[in-house]
């Protein structure tokens, strides 16, 4: 394999960028999934299903398109992963049941790691809960779901919650590619409500793309206690 050198990093920034985001996302991924399948199988064997994961991690995560934010490609390289996962635990001769419950636990420790970032961040600027979650959720959207591979607003609530509507899904697209459109709720529109478990919050998510609708809506909602003297109903947006 040629060494990739500066000439390409100029000419192809995107896809230079978009590797070493997979370099990262995968040893966070690998550390909580061996986690996982060592509960669920031997040593040897949870090694053997991570490596068959891998191997099969390249292929999916080349059909990324390679001009993506960076918070975007994080997002779908997680994606990615848990696709390889699912695809090396029924290689290994598991059923599909249990292959989802079990990718969707690891996806679901991933997401709640990577959301400590924007919940310390609002941390530092305010003690307000609600404000602080606010700040998260602007944060978190902000970086991961932004460019053309997603399209979404904030729709006003009338009970403080903060609720977004998403009209297009990148996620979904690479998985309905993959011939896996099914495992597109499980495995990345419902390990979400990690995030907000980490906030202190919780999430409804009333519409899915993944299901057929039109628009897939969800609401976050506070139910960490008040500080700082704003009220339950304060708006998160």
């Known amino acids: 394999m040629r060494a990739t050198t500066l000439g390409d990093r100029i000419v192809n920034p995107f896809a230079y960028i978009g590797t070493r985001i997979d370099h990262v996302v995968l040893p966070h991924v ?13 040593a040897v064997s949870a090694h053997q299903i991570l ?8 292929p999916i995560v080349a059909r990324v398109p390679v001009r993506r934010p960076p918070g975007t490609r994080i997002m779908l390289s997680l994606a990615a992963a848990s696709a390889a996962l ?15 419950a079990v990718v969707a636990e690891i996806g679901r420790r991933c997401y709640r790691n990577l959301s400590r970032i924007p919940w310390w ?12 979650l606010s700040v998260a959720s602007r944060l978190s959207h902000l970086f991961g779901l932004v460019g053309p591979a997603y399209s979404l607003r904030t729709v006003s609530p009338s009970d403080g919650s903060l609720t977004l509507e ?21 495995l990345v529109c419902d390990v979400e409500s990690a995030i907000a478990d980490e906030w202190q919050a919780t999430m409804t998510r009333t519409h899915a793309l993944s299901e057929g609708h039109a628009v897939c809506r969800h609401q976050i ?16 947006y």
Do not use: N
């Not at 961040?121 to 602080?132: F, V």
């Open 166 to 186: 998403i009209h297009r899904c990148s996620g979904l697209q690479l998985y309905r590619e993959l011939g896996i459109a099914h495992l597109a709720r499980p």
């Open 121 to 132: 961040l609002g941390r530092l600027l305010t003690l307000d809960s609600i404000a602080r």
């Open 30 to 42: 690998s550390r909580h999934a061996l986690d996982v399948l060592k509960r669920e199988y031997d």
């Open 86 to 100: 699912h695809c090396a635990m029924m290689r290994s001769g598991a059923e599909e049941s249990h292959a989802t």
């Open 221 to 236: 909602r506070s139910i960490a206690p008040q500080h700082g003297g704003r009220h339950a109903g304060q708006p998160l």
């Open 51 to 58: 490596w068959h994961a891998w191997d099969a991690f390249g």
